[in-house]
């Protein structure tokens, strides 16, 4: 909502409205162990929330499939993406699935 239009939170010193919200990545016991590469994304994976809003507003308008959206989106930040993927050479091109 924030990409669409002119919002901004209100001062709640007494958090009647709750706290800031988060989202967490939660994985079976094992997971670490069976697949240390995805574990790691995991634990790299980051978006800040302009990044977030900015990629729902565009799911949001687009008339493509959400897979579609979402690889436009990591084509056009690769330099987030390969912080994600652990690959430092800028040149390269991470490829999604």
């Known amino acids: 909502m924030f990409a669409r239009w002119?919002?901004?939170?209100?001062?709640?010193?007494q958090e009647l409205y709750g706290r800031s919200e988060?989202?967490?990545t939660v994985v079976r016991p094992g997971f670490v162990e069976d697949r240390p590469d995805?574990?790691?994304f995991f634990r790299r994976y980051r978006?800040?929330?302009d990044q977030l809003q900015e990629l729902m507003e565009q799911l949001r308008r687009s008339h493509d499939?959400?897979?579609?959206?979402?690889v436009r989106w990591?084509?056009?930040h690769e330099n987030t993406v390969s912080?994600?993927?652990g690959e430092t050479d800028s040149s390269s091109s991470p490829s999604p699935r």
């Open 22 to 24: 988060n989202i967490h």
């Open 38 to 40: 995805v574990a790691a």
């Open 65 to 70: 499939r959400p897979t579609d959206v979402a």
């Open 47 to 49: 978006l800040n929330p």
């Open 83 to 85: 912080g994600w993927t």
């Open 6 to 13: 002119p919002l901004r939170f209100l001062e709640d010193p």
């Open 74 to 76: 990591v084509r056009e």
